[in-house]
C-alpha cells in the first residue's frame, strides 16, 4: 500500500490543483475529484494520458461524474462518448454517500434495513450464547454503521428504526428480560464498562455528535 501510494503521488503531480483547479484526493485506487465540470473532464483527459504509464489505469464504466441537476445536459455533453456515467441523483463512495438528500436518505434506510436483520439474527443467539452476542456487538456489529455516522451529516433521525431494535429486541434477549428498557437504563447501557456500562451505544443519538 505505501509503494502505490508513492507511485500514485507521481501521477497526482500531473493533476494537481494549480493544473486542473480540481480539488482532488486518492485512496488506494480511487480517485476522486470535485470541481467545474469543464474543469474535470480536462482532469479526466490527463488522469486517461498519464495514469497508464506509471500502472494506472483508469475504468470510465467504473467512474461515475456526479453533477447538479441543473449541470447535467451540459455534464453528458462534455463526458460524450467516454463512457463515464453521469447522475444527478448521487452515488455511493467509499462507504458512504455523495449526492441529493433523497439519494442520501434512499442509501441509509437500505443500510439500516440490513442492519436491523443483523441485529435481529444477534438477539437470537443472545439467549442461548449472550456472551458471544455481546462480544459480536460490542467488536464488530456496532462498528458497522459507525462510518455512516461520521461521513453523511443530518441522518440521526433514519437511524431510529435501528435504535429501536437494539433496545426493544437485542438488549431484552441479552439481559433476558422481558421487561421494558427505559430511557435511563438505556444510557447506562450505553456508557463504557470502566463507567459501569455495557459500551452498547445508541447510534440515533451519537449519529449528530460522531459527524
Known sequence: MAMYAIGLSVLQEEISYE?????????????????????????????KKNGPTIGYT?????????????????GVRLFSGNGVTVTKDG?????????????KEKYVEEKVSEW??????????????PHAAYSAFTHDLQHRWS???????????LLRPLEESIRKTFLPALLKTKIIIVENVRELLSLPPRLGGMGITSPEKLAEEEN
Request: hydrophobic share 40%; charged share 25%; no cysteine.
Open 19 to 47: 493544473k486542473t483547479q480540481v480539488k482532488q484526493v486518492a485512496y488506494a485506487d480511487d480517485l476522486t475529484g470535485a470541481g467545474k465540470i469543464s474543469e474535470l473532464r480536462k482532469w479526466w483527459d490527463l488522469v
Open 116 to 129: 436491523v436483520k443483523e441485529v435481529g439474527v444477534l438477539s437470537g443467539m443472545a439467549k442461548t450464547e
Open 147 to 157: 462510518f455512516v455516522k461520521r461521513t453523511i451529516p443530518g441522518i440521526s433521525r
Open 58 to 74: 483508469p475504468n470510465a464504466t467504473k467512474s461515475i461524474l456526479i453533477v447538479k441537476p441543473e449541470h447535467y445536459e451540459n
Open 91 to 103: 452515488q455511493r463512495h467509499l462507504g458512504a454517500v455523495v449526492g441529493t438528500p433523497e439519494f
